[in-house]
């Protein structure tokens, strides 16, 4: 059973910078892209981030530049370091682990940390 706990949430000033981790147990984490999503109240869950199994990344608009994700296969964990947030940042974020095997894709999701930012 795949398991992934996220860490690293809480309440921030704008302008102020996090660092999400997630770790992931019981698979191996290097045969996994990840990726970190995110949902604010009344808002569907969006991809912010995310990394392929060689380390190629991507980002949505409105993080660029200001967020970096990254993982480190040793530690079978993956990062999301948020800068320069922003009030629109406010959201509960997930992990996500995905596979494709044999045609089918598999996810796993862990339960969420809330990051707020507000002064």
């Known amino acids: 059973q795949v398991q992934l706990v996220e860490s690293g949430g809480g309440l921030v000033q704008p302008g102020g910078s996090l660092t999400l981790s997630c770790v992931v147990s019981g698979s191996i984490f290097s045969m996994y892209a990840m990726g970190w999503y995110r949902q604010a109240p009344g808002k569907q869950r969006e991809l912010v981030a995310a990394i392929t199994k060689g380390g190629s990344t991507n980002y949505t608009d409105s993080v660029k530049g200001r967020f970096t994700i990254s993982r480190d296969n040793a530690k079978n964990t993956v990062y999301l370091q948020m800068n320069s947030l922003k009030p629109e940042d406010t959201a509960v974020y997930y992990c996500?682990?995905?596979?494709?095997?044999?045609?089918?894709?598999?996810?796993?999701w862990g339960q969420g940390t809330q990051v707020t930012v507000s002064s």
């Open positions: 996500n682990a995905g596979r494709v095997v044999a045609g089918a894709r598999f996810d796993f």
